[in-house]
């Protein structure tokens, strides 16, 4: 089992920023990549960012290309998503998701979200 708690949302104004925090607890020790994604109201979840285990691959979403930067604490089972310049259309509630492994099986889970609110 993993734990997930998500941390470090709010409101701020438009070209400022935020970084967010995803800290596991469990059996960490077979995370492998780690997700952001964003839910907004009336719109289907996106995936904004991705992290491997090692932290040496990262992927984002178009939208975010640029501004947003997710890194990742093995020491520290937390994974940071540094988000810049911000828009009020990345307004959204923030999930965080990790996928565990362990020989054949494979899990994921689910943090409960941090709002981020980006004024104009």
């Known amino acids: 089992q993993v734990q997930l708690v998500e941390s470090g949302g709010g409101l701020v104004q438009a070209g400022g920023s935020l970084r967010l925090s995803c800290t596991a607890s469990?059996?960490?020790?077979?995370?492998?990549?780690v997700n952001w994604y964003r839910q907004a109201p009336g719109k289907e979840r996106e995936l904004v960012a991705s992290?491997?285990?090692?932290?040496?691959?990262?992927d984002y979403a178009d939208s975010v290309k640029g501004r947003f930067t997710i890194s990742r604490d093995n020491a520290k089972s937390t994974v940071y998503l540094q988000m810049n310049s911000l828009k009020p259309e990345d307004t959204g509630v923030y999930l965080c998701?990790?996928?565990w492994g362990y020989g054949h099986e494979t899990r994921h889970y689910w943090g409960q979200g941090t709002q981020v609110t980006v004024s104009s």
């Open positions: 998701n990790v996928v």
């Open positions: 992290i491997t285990r090692s932290g040496s691959t990262t």
């Open positions: 469990g059996s960490v020790f077979n995370i492998n990549d």
